[in-house]
């Protein structure tokens, strides 16, 4: 079955960076729709960034353009999300997720497979 395992959170003080992994496993990379989303206390969970793993198409929050990068490495199986200029407001469970295909990148794209979530703490 499909697993996704994140890594990589941590805590930082705000303006520094992190990059997030997440290990997939038990279904062919090559053709999903991956991303990565946050939640924080109190709030709903947020699309934070998205790639088709057999394309080039890319997806951002408005919240994050510029500060984050979503990569990934096929030969790994493993999906990132390097984090720059991180802020207070970035602090948050990150989540990964997969979509078989047809699927789409967008901020309301439905995700049918999670990880656990790795968190984020970024102080001022």
């Known amino acids: 079955q499909v697993q996704l395992v994140e890594s990589g959170g941590g805590s930082v003080q705000a303006g520094g960076s992190l990059r997030l992994s997440c290990a997939a496993s038990g279904y062919t990379y090559s053709s999903y729709c991956m991303g990565w989303f946050r939640q924080a206390p109190g709030k709903e969970r947020e699309g934070v960034a998205a790639?088709?793993?057999?394309?080039?198409?890319?997806y951002y929050a408005d919240s994050v353009k510029g500060r984050f990068t979503i990569s990934q490495d096929r030969a790994k199986n493993t999906l990132y999300l390097q984090m720059n200029s991180l802020k207070p407001e970035d602090t948050a469970m990150y989540y990964c997720a997969a979509e078989p295909p047809p699927c789409g990148l967008g901020s309301s794209a439905p995700f049918s497979y999670w990880g656990q979530g790795t968190q984020v703490a970024v102080s001022s």
């Open positions: 790639l088709y793993t057999g394309g080039r198409s890319t």
